[in-house]
């Protein structure tokens, strides 16, 4: 099944036929027994319950955000046996993001190439389409991100505003400041300008807590051509302003393990070209943030093998997008039943 889906959306360029994945699976989720039906055919047989943040995961596999960016079908892919599922970037205003084609798909080496920019609906559509209600225990996340208009100086307006939007209704949040596709966005990743950042997001789930009763975790997602002082530097940053978690890595700037035709075209690379880069800077930021730091491995897991190599490397969570486009939903399952064996 998995690769007869592959070879019908992969007649279409790459941003299309991300789109009718997620129309595929809004319409499954939205038809009576959606639900069950794709648990049935693709939930996993056994999983391993994780407990961190103070969260309790049904498994230890995600699915990344960028994939379903405007929450349109994230309780169908809760069913398709995810432990938790990140829906976003979000910001607050809509956007459209950069000009199309925007996304590349490099079959040959089993990667992506995007530069969408933060295309959103804008933080009031995306919520109207959340709900407490939770597939299969599925652990749902935010990925929250600024305005492409917003300076970097005004940055944490757009952050608090998107904290007091979702607190109420995300099980945890992360602020995004490691996307290549927004510019001057990775210049908050480190210094005083991420620890003022992330406290601002910390005081403004602490006073949403006030009046919802709810306390999502907050996680920062980090760039994987983060330097060992960059690196260092954001991590102080997660310890001053105590943020709950770190995801490693977003996309990359660099073009190691593909053809050099692809050096000038612009945008993060994800999928296998980046499965190395991953895993040896999930081990870094194991290294340099310490054994208690809650850590989620993302980028180039394209197999259960490598989901396995990011937990020995440190990881907690894992999650998966890329792999998935080449994968097919089978993956998932493979993944899960991988790593709870």
């Given at each position: 099944?998995?690769a ?49 943040m ?45 000009p199309?084609?925007?996304?590349f ?11 969408l ?17 939770r597939?299969?225990?599925?652990v ?6 600024r ?6 100086e ?58 919802t ?25 997660v310890?001053d ?13 660099s ?6 035709k ?53 990881a ?12 097919g939903p ?12």
């Open positions: 099944m998995d007869l889906l592959r070879r019908a959306l992969f007649a279409f360029e790459s941003e299309k036929s991300h789109d009718l994945a997620l129309q595929m699976l809004s319409a499954a989720q939205s038809a009576p027994g959606g639900l069950a039906l794709l648990h049935g055919l693709y939930g996993p047989s056994k999983q391993k319950p994780v407990e961190l103070g969260l309790s995961f049904p498994n230890q596999v995600g699915l990344a955000a960028g994939y379903d960016k405007g929450a349109w079908a994230w309780r169908a892919l809760a069913s398709l046996g995810f432990g938790h599922v990140e829906i976003g970037t979000v910001t607050p205003k809509a956007q459209p993001g950069n199309k084609p925007r996304v798909r490099l079959t040959e080496q089993n990667s992506v190439i995007n530069r920019g933060f295309p959103s609906e804008g933080a009031d559509v995306v919520r109207a389409r959340l709900t407490m209600e597939p299969y225990g599925c749902l996340g935010v990925n929250l991100g305005n492409k208009e917003t300076a970097n005004d940055a944490a307006r757009d952050y608090v505003e998107l904290v007091g939007r979702f607190a109420d209704v995300a099980d945890y949040l992360t602020v995004n400041v490691s996307s290549p596709n927004t510019p001057g966005l990775r210049a908050l990743q480190t210094g005083k300008a991420l620890t003022a950042l992330l406290s601002a997001v910390v005081v403004a789930r602490d006073a949403a807590q006030q009046s009763g709810r306390r999502p975790p907050v996680v920062v997602k980090i760039s994987p051509d983060l330097d060992d002082a960059d690196l260092a530097d954001a991590l102080q940053a310890s302003a105590r943020i709950d978690g770190v995801i490693a890595t977003n996309t990359t700037l073009r190691d393990g593909v053809p050099t692809w050096n000038d075209e612009a945008g993060g690379l994800s999928g296998a070209a980046l499965t190395a880069r991953s895993q040896e800077f999930i081990r870094r930021v194991r290294r340099q943030g310490g054994d208690k730091l809650p850590l989620i491995g993302v980028g180039g897991i394209m197999t259960p093998d490598d989901a396995a190599a990011r937990l020995d490397a440190g907690n969570l894992v999650q998966l997008y890329t792999g998935v486009v080449f994968g089978g993956l998932v399952r493979r993944v899960v039943e991988r790593l709870g064996g």
